[in-house]
């Protein structure tokens, strides 16, 4: 995981893509206890083309130069399954303007925040998005105020209202404990 990050901040430095965070469930378990996932989730601003286009060709052919093979929608990276996904949404280029610099061992590298992250799920509106919340509700410290503009400015107070029927622990409240050995950032090999 940590080399898969290096090639992602040397992507960046180089312009072949413009931003980059980590989203799904491997952004989540920088807030909450690990959760399976097949791959890493990685939301990209991608420079335009000529005509205003916006495509992941760089990007796809700027890793095979560096002998990065594609498997299905990934790209699979120092044996990390990667998934380029271009902001494809007002909430999604907001997430990743306002996505949190952090680091993974000792690499920089970029994740979406925690309300952001409730929010795709919301939008996405799968069943397993909805567990992710429930879960998001329960080990997270979420920020209640900043989630709440979030949702008022992308329209997602409805379902935040259908799909969390009880109000969410106080953001002043401890947050839970985490398991032992819950702390790994480890890419998980299953999907959820």
Not at 58 to 78: S, T
Request: a positive charge; aromatic letters at 8%; charged letters at 30%.
């Amino acid at each position: 995981m940590k080399r898969t990050l290096e090639i992602l901040n040397e992507l960046e430095r180089k312009g072949v893509l413009s931003r980059y965070a980590t989203g799904g469930a491997m952004g989540a378990t920088f807030y909450l206890a690990p959760l399976l996932t097949f791959d890493l989730d990685v939301f990209v601003v991608l420079p335009q083309a000529a005509g205003g286009l916006v495509t992941l060709a760089p990007l796809y052919e700027a890793l095979r130069r560096r002998g990065y093979a594609e498997e299905g929608e990934c790209v699979n990276i120092e044996g990390v399954p990667v998934q380029f996904l271009p902001a494809y949404n007002a909430l999604v280029e907001e997430a990743l303007r306002e996505a949190r610099e952090t680091a993974y061992e000792d690499t920089r590298t970029h994740v979406l925040r925690a309300e952001h992250l409730v929010a795709i799920c919301l939008q996405t509106g799968r069943d397993k998005d909805r567990e992710r919340v429930r879960i998001f509700r329960e080990q997270a410290e979420l920020d209640l105020k900043y989630l709440a503009e979030v949702l008022q400015r992308h329209g997602l107070e409805a379902k935040w209202n259908e799909w969390t029927p009880s109000p969410p622990r106080s953001p002043t409240s401890s947050p839970p404990r985490r398991p032992a050995g819950s702390g790994s950032r480890a890419c998980l090999t299953r999907r959820r």
